[in-house]
């Protein structure tokens, strides 16, 4: 059943196996606020189980370009499009959140971001691979990020 993120009053549903919810549930949060300032758009998760394609498919551009996999469990997952650009969000039991930025018309942007929640380690499997630079939100505390260009079609 899908999930309409409301960033005016945050909650924890359907992240309560993460160690971090309340961080996670901020950093969800904070993107969803993101989206409907930017481009009026309503942020909605599903549970995993009922993303597996989307969570495919984020799996599948980190090992073919990075051959990185994640160890943490999926919690949500959502793939929207707005302005040209296809969205997708998988958020982790850890505190990781994946997007992957796909600028549909050839020649746009192409990039993974991860985020680490409030609170959460550097997952082993991206320690020694990125730098993350840290950012202060209202909704999730500090909020840790990296990204990659993608090079590849996908």
Do not use: C
């Amino acid at each position: 059943m899908a999930y309409t993120v409301d960033f005016a009053h945050v909650s924890t549903e359907g992240l309560e196996a993460s160690p971090v919810a309340e961080a996670l549930a901020g950093l969800r949060a904070n993107e969803a606020r993101y989206f409907k300032n930017k481009y009026d758009h309503t942020f909605t998760v599903v549970p995993a189980s009922q993303a597996q394609a989307e969570i495919d498919y984020v799996h599948r551009i980190l090992e073919q370009e990075r051959d990185l996999v994640i160890e943490s469990e999926p919690l949500e997952a959502t793939q929207f499009e707005v302005d040209g650009i296809r969205w997708t969000y998988v958020f982790y039991a850890s505190g990781l959140s994946i997007n992957v930025l796909y600028t549909l018309a050839d020649g746009g942007k192409r990039a993974v971001g991860f985020k680490l929640s409030d609170g959460m380690e550097v997952p082993t499997e991206l320690a020694s691979r990125f730098k993350f630079a840290r950012q202060k939100s209202k909704l999730a505390g500090t909020i840790r990020g990296s990204y990659f260009v993608i090079k590849g079609a996908y």
